[in-house]
């Protein structure tokens, strides 16, 4: 994906140089993204074979073979998967566990993990250890990035910190601790924090109400007061970014009101909502 300005890659013994990304899968490099690569006018199957397909004596695609390998694969890793389901139509969670799936079935001996568990629940994400653990002893090696620490110590062998694009420590993860970690990683001890601060909101100066954006079942509705901070949770595509997108006019919603100071919004396009006072960062 970048080109190294130096050092090397070995694998096996032997120095290797990948052009592109399909080029180290070949080689037994797999690389999992934190972002979805996902086609979702496909179906889960055809999402794994899309660079692979299976072909019968007549060239054509032998889908019977495909879902029964899918199928089998499915059965030895020990995960459930709608795998005839168009992706559009999956939770998030399964179309990650597909997008993880495909690079296992590539046999690859080296697996790089990137914030895996960012869109999964907390049954997939053990799901996914399981997976790990069998990838393990089949003799795969796994590189897993990640910033949840009980995840690192609780599944990696051994712990490397980088800051600022520097290795700072490896050493094995028996031998560390979570307050080693954290300081390394931020360059200091971490023995300061603010004291617990309580405020009084004021007067309500936005509320949302029945807020349906494009592609939402259910409405939505909340206020915000003067001086208050109002936390957003949930999983990846679980719809906040789209909710605060149709609030600021980037994209469309069928139905519902903002209001903002007591004047209700006609946000059409985000020039509107910043007339209003909103910012979107």
């Not at 597909?98 to 568990?117: F, S, Y």
């Not at 090696?141 to 694009?165: K, L, P």
């Not at 993860?173 to 909101?201: L, N």
Request: some cysteine; overall charge negative; aromatic content about 4%.
């Amino acid at each position: 994906i970048h080109k190294a300005d130096a050092g090397t890659i070995t694998i096996d013994g032997v120095e290797r140089t990948f052009p592109n990304p399909r080029e180290a899968e070949l080689n037994g490099v797999a690389f999992i993204h934190q972002e979805l690569n996902i086609w979702p006018n496909l179906t889960l199957l055809e999402n794994l074979y899309l660079m692979r397909p299976k072909r019968n004596k007549f060239g054509m695609l032998d889908k019977k073979a495909m879902l029964a390998e899918a199928e089998n694969t499915c059965r030895e890793l020990g995960i459930e998967l709608p795998l005839t389901t168009e992706a559009g139509l999956c939770s998030v969670g399964h179309q990650q566990m597909t997008e993880i799936l495909r690079i296992l079935m590539l046999d690859a001996k080296v697996v790089i993990m990137d914030e895996p568990t960012a869109a999964l629940t907390e049954r997939e994400t053990a799901t996914l250890f399981n997976m790990m653990r069998k990838m393990k002893a089949r003799g795969v090696a796994i590189v897993y990035i990640s910033h949840r620490m009980e995840e690192v110590f609780s599944e990696c062998d051994t712990i490397t910190v980088m800051r600022d694009g520097h290795t700072i420590i490896t050493k094995p993860t028996a031998e560390s601790s979570v307050d080693e970690v954290v300081r390394h990683m931020v360059g200091r001890s971490i023995d300061e924090f603010y004291p617990a601060r309580t405020t009084t909101p004021g007067e309500v100066v936005m509320s949302v109400d029945n807020l349906k954006p494009e592609g939402f079942d259910n409405e939505i509705s909340f206020s915000l007061r003067k001086g208050e901070i109002l936390g957003v949770a949930g999983l990846m595509g679980a719809g906040r970014t789209e909710i605060m997108r149709a609030i600021f006019g980037v994209d469309k919603h069928n139905g519902g009101t903002v209001t903002v100071n007591g004047s209700v919004l006609n946000c059409k396009k985000p020039e509107d909502a910043i007339k209003a006072g909103i910012a979107f960062i």
